[in-house]
């Protein structure tokens, strides 16, 4: 039986122009430094954290968190993975926009 390594294509995602950040919560995390770094890379083409390691130099754990924290206020998304020869599982990286724009209101009116 032939496995399956493509798992998730990542034609399937669309990155859009830009993404409007309304919500102040994120801020911190789009105008975190390293955070920064790291979504800039990841703005042009999808990365390993191993492409993002081989890059920085950074700790792939390290990386392993930003990208997590990137991912859960929807900066990023993991865009495809697959599993390689050695059975490992590379999971691909890219931001959800070519830029961000942050429009917050405070106080907010609710």
Same mark, same amino acid.
């Given at each position: 039986m032939e496995k399956n390594n493509n798992l998730h294509a990542a034609s399937t995602f669309h990155i859009s +122009?830009?993404? =409007? =950040?309304?919500?102040p919560s994120v801020v911190p995390i789009l105008f975190? +430094?390293?955070?920064?770094?790291?979504?800039?890379l990841i703005i042009p083409e999808e990365k390993t954290i191993i492409d993002i390691k081989?890059?920085?130099?950074?700790?792939p754990g390290t990386i392993k968190r930003h990208l997590?924290?990137?991912?859960?206020?929807n900066l990023a998304?993991?865009?495809r993975f697959f599993t390689n +020869?050695?059975?490992i599982k590379m999971k691909y990286?890219?931001?959800v926009a070519r830029k961000f724009l942050v429009q917050i209101e405070w106080p907010s009116s609710s």
């Open positions: +122009e830009v993404a =409007i =950040i309304n919500d975190h +430094e390293k955070k920064q770094m790291l979504l800039s081989n890059i920085t130099k950074m700790n997590d924290d990137l991912v859960k206020k998304v993991q865009s +020869e050695f059975g990286y890219r931001a």
